[in-house]
T-cell receptor, first 115, second 114 residues
């Protein structure tokens, strides 16, 4: 089936340090999925952070980057220098090539940035 | 001006009771979705709709019904609520088409079934 795996449930990083949140996917029925990172900041709703719909391309937003690696079936989220305001829950997700754009989510990674 | 709103925001129900969760969107999107989120899981799709009058089953539809009476409104109905349906429920809306369109989420409804 189609699924997304985030191996880290919680990550703690010191401010100004680098971050990587791992995401791998399986898209056996979809083939060429669209890939997303969503974020939920404390007290706020789920919102799109970035997306990439073409293999090999990189998406970026708010200092975060993720590259669509079709060979490794990965879409890791990276940031060179995190800030306290980045503390949130991050979800990797994929959708297929249908008009319905149904999303399949990973289990989420809670990021805590310590001062 | 929140584009996707949900009501109620919190609900306590009794086992065997009927629960209706409501969602309204002002994005004029054709597609609407209901997800639930539980600890250790990401959001999981319950039902979705591609327009007024349509409902489709998602990955975990058992115990839930959905209703889409208009473009703007999409309801999730638990006819006989059970404690296993205690969860946080999210509604979302999105465009139709194959362009990798994102979804826009409501704030969530926390449901507790006692």
């Amino acid at each position: 089936g189609d699924s997304v795996t985030q191996t880290e449930g919680q990550v703690t990083v010191s401010e100004s340090k680098s971050l990587i949140i791992n995401c791998t996917y399986s898209a056996t029925s979809i083939g060429y999925p669209n890939l997303f990172w969503y974020v939920r900041y404390p007290g706020e709703g789920l919102q799109l952070l970035l997306k990439v719909i073409t293999a090999g391309q990189k998406g970026s937003s708010r200092g975060f980057e993720a590259t669509y690696n079709k060979e490794a079936t990965s879409f890791h989220l990276q940031k060179a220098s995190v800030q306290e305001s980045d503390s949130a829950v991050y979800y990797c997700a994929l959708s297929g090539m249908s008009n319905y754009n149904v999303l399949y989510f990973g289990s989420g990674t809670k990021l805590t940035v310590e001062p | 001006e929140a584009a996707v709103t949900q009501s109620p925001r919190n609900k306590v129900a009794v086992t065997g009771g009927k629960v209706t969760l409501s969602c309204n969107q002002t994005n004029n999107h054709n597609n609407m979705y209901w997800y639930r989120q539980d600890t250790g899981h990401g959001l999981r799709l319950i039902h979705y709709s591609y327009g007024a009058g349509s409902t489709e089953k998602g990955d975990i539809p058992d115990g839930y019904k959905a209703s889409r009476p208009s473009q703007e409104n999409f309801s999730l109905i638990l006819e006989l609520a059970t404690p296993s349906q205690t969860s946080v429920y999210f509604c979302a809306s999105g465009h139709t088409g194959t362009g990798g369109y994102e979804q826009y989420f409501g704030p969530g409804t926390r449901l507790t079934v006692l």
